[in-house]
């Protein structure tokens, strides 16, 4: 398959016609078997290294929603058996959508979901979210009541930070948590971030690399950190729970709001002295990028 042709299939979507939430027709039928293949050949990767990885809420919930190698989810299929568990729906797009849709859809537990695949040449690494990472990432922890709730909770947080103008604050909550968050574990550190869960290479990093920080969350803590969008974190940050993080999500953010704008942003590789650090990095693997 061409390069030419790869492009084409996301193009599929970008022209189609969307509604006014940005959503549109899946139109399952029209992916390729080359297309399928390459969920596939994710899924089995992903299987493998998840083990003893990803968060037990996480494996349990790949076999609750029946996700498996057998090509591309049915997103109509796969809301179907989500939404008798906790009310979430999956619903197809194009790309990013804008901030507002976005946290509308997450409100009304709507999750957005790529409709696309990531093309060969991009199997590792991708920076907008396709649908492996999107359906294989976000969706299984939706049918976690619990994660079900953090998730509504951030949508309508996002809605009042759009109105206060401080959405650049609370999207640091989502990226260390949503996307890049750890969990502790009786059997020691578990990852439960969308980000890392649908990256083989980061699920390995973030969790045995000597050179990223790990650090206890702390909500107001993230809201100040800085982060990069386009490598591995230098810093991940650890949660007690789920129960813990919606807990933490329950408190006025006005108040925190005031604070935050009279603190300064912490660096993405800092360590501060009220950091329960539970290691400290090396930041090796950053540095060696550097001199590169
Ligand atoms: N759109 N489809 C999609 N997926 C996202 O994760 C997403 C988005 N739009 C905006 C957005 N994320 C972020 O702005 C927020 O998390 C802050
Ligand atoms: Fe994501």
Redesign the pocket.
């Known amino acids: 398959m061409t390069e030419l042709n790869q492009s084409t299939e996301k193009s599929r979507y970008l022209s189609a016609p969307k509604r006014p939430d940005?959503t549109l027709d899946q139109d399952w039928g029209s992916y390729s078997a080359a297309e399928h293949d390459r969920w596939d050949r994710l899924f089995a990767r992903a299987q493998t290294v998840l083990k003893g990885r990803a968060c037990d809420e996480f494996l349990a919930a790949l076999k609750t929603l029946q996700l498996s190698e057998s090509g591309i989810p049915d997103l109509e299929k796969l809301s179907a058996r989500l939404t008798p568990l906790t009310g979430w729906q999956v619903v197809p797009?194009a790309?990013?959508?804008?901030?507002e849709?976005?946290?509308d859809h997450l409100a009304n537990r709507r999750f957005?979901?790529?409709a696309f695949i990531r093309p060969e040449h991009e199997m590792d690494y991708l920076q907008e979210?396709d649908i492996f990472h999107?359906v294989f990432g976000?969706v299984p922890l939706l049918a976690n009541p619990v994660y079900a709730d953090f998730m509504e909770a951030y949508g309508k947080g996002?809605q009042r930070a759009m109105a206060l103008g401080q959405?650049k604050n609370?999207?640091r909550l989502?990226?260390y948590t949503?996307e890049f968050g750890l969990m502790k574990s009786a059997d020691g550190l578990r990852i439960f971030g969308a980000g890392i869960l649908s990256s083989a290479t980061e699920s390995v990093f973030a969790l045995e690399d000597a050179s990223p920080n790990r650090i206890t969350f702390d909500l107001e803590r993230v809201m100040r950190t800085n982060y990069i969008i386009d490598d591995f974190q230098q810093s991940y940050f650890v949660i007690e729970s789920f129960e813990k993080l919606l807990q933490d999500s329950y408190q006025d953010f006005g108040a925190l709001y005031t604070r935050l704008a009279k603190a300064d942003d912490i660096a993405a590789d800092e360590v501060t002295p009220e950091d329960h650090v539970i290691s400290r990095g090396t930041l090796d693997y950053f540095k060696r990028k550097r001199a590169s």
């Open positions: 940005f797009v790309e990013l959508v804008p901030d849709i976005f946290f957005p979901a790529g979210p999107d976000h996002g959405l609370l999207a989502y990226w949503v």
